[in-house]
């Protein structure tokens, strides 16, 4: 995770506040979750979405989103676990979903098994958003020009790609952030790789349901 002031930041760029309904998109260990649950509060609900593509991994994610969500203090979460297109179906409209680290995993096997798409994610989450709602991606940056071919290999995608597609979905870039920017990445390490793991050059985009 990022220091206290990135966290914030990052919280402040996706818009999300007192009362705000958000979906964490494949919320790993949960810490985006605990902390959109306390910025929400009681009025507001966050959905732990695990995505039924990854539900088989053995660190057991739904249940580990089950067991966040029935913690004192987070009973604004609930964990939810979806085919990724059927998302729309799995809760209620949306005032923001958020995506860290994981569009570029859109783009591989594991991902598509079921037969997703970006195109089809994208889609997915412009049915969901309530008008005005915000779509927020944070991702490993590749090599501009690169486009998706880094995304199995190096886990990374090309900024300018994610923009593309988002909008093909109907959606408005309405942000760019520049605070994870790290000039130092030469885009051509693997992402967990020990000499770069935690400090990749990343980008962050909000896009606006018009």
Known sequence: MYDQSKQSELIRFARVGVGSTVIDVYPGDGDWTRLFSDVVGPEGRVYSFVPAEVAHFKNDPVGLMRMLAREPGLENVEAVSADL????????????????????DLHTALIQAKGATAADFNRAVYERLKPGG???????????????TNTQSLHRIDPASVRQEVEAAGFVLDAVSTMLVD?????????????????????????VKS
Request: aromatic share 14%; charged share 20%; proline share 5%.
């Open 85 to 104: 297109v059927a998302m729309p179906e799995a809760m209620q409209p949306a005032d923001v979903v958020w995506l860290h680290l994981f569009y570029h």
């Open 134 to 148: 915000c779509y927020v991606i944070v991702d490993h940056a590749a090599a501009a020009g690169s486009g998706t």
């Open 183 to 207: 000039e130092d990445d030469q885009h051509s390490i693997k992402v967990f790789d020990p000499s770069i793991k935690g400090q990749t050059d990343r980008f962050a985009y909000r896009f």
